[in-house]
Each structure stands twice: as structure tokens, then as C-alpha cells.
């Protein structure tokens, strides 16, 4: 939880100024209950848009409520969906209540994330393996794929990928697949896109190391997380949240 962090994480509460930029616009963001995705939310609500808020359990409502709260704090509104994004029929769920409550969808983020980190293959159950692929790259297909028909030009769709696309870390080896796997589901999907005419983008953003709940709760000594990076710290979500 977002409480639990030491430190706290800056989610652009006190900092993020908005312009306008998304006035009208409705977006699904999956994971906005925590981290990047929270950045996320907060963002646009500030920029003008209507923010659906997917979370996974009854353990991250209290941040997803919170994550709501500023959202409607920016004078937009906020519905939560809570969820596994594992499974099809909650995806298609997701869409149907985003067109119901909004009227339409202009914005898909992918954010969602599973990681474990693990020493050696041999350490990978199978059964992990599996889930890390189930979480972040294949309700990519199902949110996409159900969003697509409803999303009018110049719409966008934003993937979460990672650094470790480029440069895998030695103890993420199935967080790491994925995100490569992600990289080139968005270009793929982009150039579909565009020969069909659909004037929908297809983009993804790849942070370094961002301080979220996911470290704490997935990897070894997590005080000496990011310290190996240009600026000797890992990112804030307020610090990235901009880019999408």
C-alpha cells in the first residue's frame, strides 16, 4: 500500500500543474490505484479528462479511492473498477462501464504490472512465469482489442513498458520478457492502426527505476533501489506521469 512506503511516494499531489490539455477527454488507466498509474490519474484529471480507475483487489481499494479522490478533487470524474485484468470478460467489463459512464473512451493506458524477482531460472516457478505473462501483456489484447471499436481519430492508446525492454535486469528475467513483449505489440499494433485509418496512436512509455509499491513488495534491499542511476535515486511517479 501507498501508506507503507518509506518514503512516501509523490504522485504530483502537491506539484502537477494541468492546462486544459485533455479537457472533454475520457480515459481508462489499469493499476491507477498506486504508483505510476496514480501519477497518471491525477494528471489527467488535472489536464481535463474523466479518469476510469482499474485495481486488481480489496487490498489496493483504499489507495484506488484515494486515487479517485483527487481526480475529483480536479472537478472530473472518477469511477473505480475493481478487478482481474487476467481474464477477458472483466476487460470487455471494463470498456462497457467507461462507455457507460463516460460515453466513450479517448485514452487507454496499459499500466498494470506483475514482478517477482528471482536469483536464477531454476528459482522462476512456472506457475509465476505463467502469471507475469497473464498480467502484463495479454489484457493488453483484451483492453485493446475491446477499446479499439469504440475509440474515434485521434484517439491513443499508452503502454507501460520498461527500461528493462532495453536493458534486462539479471533478477527479472519474466518481467523483463514482457516488457519486451510489449515494446513490439505497440509498434505492431501502431502500424496496424494506421493502415486502417483509425488516426488512433499507439505509443508506450519505458521508465528506469520508479518508486511505487511494486519495489518494496518484489525486490531485495529496495533502500538501495535506483542508486546505480545517473541521478543516484529512483524516480518519482510525478517525474514520469507527464510523459504520458
Request: glycine fraction near 10%; include cysteine; aromatic fraction near 6%.
Amino acid at each position: 500500500k501507498e501508506k507503507d512506503l518509506k518514503p512516501l511516494a509523490d504522485h504530483g499531489e502537491n506539484s502537477y500543474r494541468g492546462y486544459g490539455r485533455l479537457k472533454g477527454r475520457k480515459a481508462i488507466i489499469t493499476g491507477g490505484d498506486s504508483g505510476i498509474g496514480k501519477a497518471i490519474a491525477i494528471a489527467f484529471a488535472r489536464e481535463g479528462a474523466d479518469v476510469l480507475i482499474s485495481y486488481l483487489s480489496d487490498i489496493e481499494t483504499e489507495d484506488a479511492k484515494d486515487s479517485a479522490q483527487w481526480v475529483k478533487k480536479a472537478g472530473q470524474k472518477a469511477v473505480l473498477v475493481k478487478g482481474d485484468i487476467r481474464k477477458e470478460n472483466h476487460c470487455k467489463t471494463i470498456v462497457k462501464k467507461a462507455i457507460k459512464e463516460f460515453g466513450g473512451i479517448d485514452i487507454l493506458v496499459n499500466n498494470a504490472g506483475f514482478q517477482m524477482s528471482r536469483e536464477t531460472i531454476m528459482e522462476i516457478p512456472t506457475e509465476e512465469w505463467i502469471k507475469t505473462f497473464d498480467t502484463n501483456i495479454h489484457p493488453m489484447f483484451y483492453l485493446c482489442k475491446a477499446a479499439v471499436p469504440h475509440m474515434k481519430k485521434g484517439s491513443s492508446i499508452i503502454n507501460t513498458t520498461s527500461v528493462n525492454a532495453y536493458n534486462p535486469s539479471v533478477v527479472l528475467l519474466p518481467y523483463a520478457a514482457t516488457k519486451g513483449a510489449i515494446q513490439n505489440f505497440t509498434s505492431n499494433l501502431s502500424q496496424i492502426l494506421l493502415l486502417q485509418g483509425t488516426g488512433i496512436r499507439v505509443n508506450a512509455v519505458a521508465p528506469g527505476p520508479v518508486w511505487t509499491p511494486l519495489i518494496p513488495s518484489t525486490m531485495p534491499n529496495p533502500e538501495k533501489f535506483g542508486q546505480d542511476t545517473p541521478m543516484g535515486r529512483p524516480g518519482q511517479p510525478a517525474e514520469i506521469a507527464p510523459a504520458f
